[in-house]
T-cell receptor, first 113, second 113 residues
Framework: AQSVTQLDSQVPVFEEAPVELRCNYS??????LFWYVQYPNQGLQLLLK??????LVKGINGFEAEFNKSQTSFHLRKPSVHISDTAEYFC???????????FGGGTRVLVKP | SAVISQKPSRDICQRGTSLTIQCQVD?????MFWYRQQPGQSLTLIAT?????????ESGFVIDKFPISRPNLTFSTLTVSNMSPEDSSIYLC??????????FGPGTRLTVT
């Protein structure tokens, strides 16, 4: 069974500063990796995904993530955040041969002016 | 992509009653999923609902408590039965579309008193 650990429960960051959200996973088989964002009182929106190929994945809203197989990590980055990026971010993993998403505990990003 | 709607968006229910949550997708999908998100927590998969077959429940969730229907390729319902305050959560449905992507509804915020 797979598991996902998001190492930071909260990340305060100033507007226009860079941010990195850390995600590590554990699985004995090939996996697909995802980052979702949840704005207050809303459902989840897919930011980006890694299925195969280039380990650097670009997503919506200026976010990108890098898959590192040796470190079993999939960290999310944005070079310059906006107030509107204040939200909860979830890393998720799915076995390549399965259909079940396993979510990490979430990282709450608070962008300060 | 897909647009997913849920009804109701929120409800306050009395202990011992049941609530049925509806989930509508704007396109035909094979796989739909139901999740629970307890206050301040991550998402936990309740069950996977494929059209034409019985739902598959995750450990800790049972059909008597969370019966699910999947009558066609665009619709599913989740019933929370014999509710207790511990069932107070956000319930989200999702659908798998395209390349292993899950799209989420806005959620149903349930409070049990």
């Amino acid at each position: 069974a797979q598991s996902v650990t998001q190492l930071d429960s909260q990340v305060p960051v100033f507007e226009e500063a860079p941010v990195e959200l850390r995600c590590n996973y554990s699985s004995s088989v090939s996996v697909y990796l995802f980052w979702y964002v949840q704005y207050p009182n809303q459902g989840l929106q897919l930011l980006l995904k890694y299925l195969s190929g280039s380990t650097l994945v670009k997503g919506i809203n200026g976010f990108e993530a890098e898959f590192n197989k040796s470190q079993t990590s999939f960290h999310l980055r944005k070079p310059s955040v906006h107030i509107s990026d204040t939200a909860e971010y979830f890393c998720a993993v799915r076995e390549a041969a399965g259909n079940k998403l396993t979510f990490g505990g979430g990282t709450r990003v608070l962008v300060k002016p | 992509s897909a647009v997913i709607s849920q009804k109701p968006s929120r409800d306050i229910c009395q202990r011992g009653t049941s609530l049925t949550i509806q989930c509508q997708v704007d396109s035909q999908v094979t796989m739909m999923f139901w999740y629970r998100q307890q206050p301040g927590q991550s998402l936990t998969l309740i069950a996977t609902a494929n059209q034409g077959s019985e739902a598959t429940y995750e450990s800790g969730f049972v059909i008597d408590k969370f019966p699910i229907s999947r009558p066609n390729l665009t619709f599913s319902t989740l019933t929370v039965s014999n509710m207790s305050p511990e069932d107070s959560s956000i319930y989200l449905c999702s659908a798998e579309v395209g390349s292993y992507e899950q799209y989420f509804g806005p959620g149903t915020r349930l409070t049990v008193t």
